[in-house]
């Protein structure tokens, strides 16, 4: 079993973060091993309090996993801080030979900020060199890029060094989701989605944690990300109202069906 190194924060409400990128690592065969970058008061409604764990022991906690167990890829997520960032970034010098999945969190589904100027300004000129596929939805790409247009946005991030970007939909009207993939060379593929409804808590997570572990087993890039968009389809597609604000995925079979229970 590969292992994945998992970058991110905790959300106690079991909706997104490090409890969703492991349920959606286990789910597609891969071990997470989990790093936590932040603590956060949230519900499934909005985040109330970010709290970066200090940059010295996220590098502690990296140095003593790291030098324990072999990992096949990295996902990142909430990162906290652009001290934080910082040390992930050595970190991943480190280990160029590895495949790294960003997801940018910037902002909670409620609205909360999770980004600050300069953590911004490390996405785009750390961070993007040393990813293999980052993962924005299309805000997010507007906001990193500074762009409108969803071709200009990827190719800004693209110009930073990014390998491969893949632009969600959702957040745009229709009846199906777009999701697009470009390299260098422009886009290389896209794939449509019904449009699930509902509004939902770590859909981000759930999709960037199924490719790191499809990716983590050697599985063709292209392969692995329509696999993943189809198994986070259906954790949406089943997804349950466990507290009063968004539905959470299933991730895990076996812990029933239905928007609510």
């Known amino acids: 079993m590969k292992n994945i190194l998992v970058i991110g924060g905790h959300d106690p409400s079991g909706g997104a973060g490090i409890q969703a990128d492991i349920e959606a690592i286990a789910a597609n065969g891969c071990h ?81 900020e999770l980004a ?10 750390e961070l993007l060199p040393l990813t293999t596929v980052f993962t924005p939805n299309l805000p997010e790409a507007q906001r990193l890029s500074e762009k409108s247009e969803v071709d200009s946005c990827a190719s800004v991030l693209l110009g930073k060094g990014a390998k491969y970007v893949l632009i969600t939909g959702g957040h745009e009207p229709g009846a199906a989701i777009i999701n ?14 019904p449009s699930i409804e509902g509004e939902f808590h770590g859909s981000g997570c759930t999709l ?28 949406l597609d089943n997804a349950r109202k466990l507290g009063k604000g968004q ?3 299933l991730r895990i079979a076996g812990g029933g069906n239905g928007k609510s229970e």
Do not use: H
């Open 247 to 249: 539905l959470i995925p």
């Open 116 to 125: 600050t100027d300069a953590l911004l300004q490390f996405y785009r000129n």
């Open 32 to 112: 997470a091993v989990t790093v936590i970058s932040a603590l956060t008061v949230q519900d499934t409604s909005n985040v109330f309090q970010m709290i970066p764990i200090k940059a010295s022991v996220l590098r502690r906690q990296l140095d003593v996993l790291l030098d324990d167990m072999p990992v096949a890829a990295v996902k990142i997520g909430l990162i906290g801080n652009a001290e934080n960032a910082r040390v992930i970034a050595q970190r991943l010098r480190m280990m160029p030979q590895i495949p790294v999945i960003v997801d940018p969190v910037l902002a909670a589904g409620g609205g909360s």
């Open 208 to 235: 960037a944690s199924a490719i790191s572990a499809f990716v983590a087993q050697q599985i063709p890039l292209k392969l692995a990300l329509r696999l993943a968009q189809a198994y986070t389809c259906d954790t």
């Open 180 to 193: 697009r993939l470009y390299d260098a060379s422009g886009k290389v593929d896209e794939w449509e989605w």
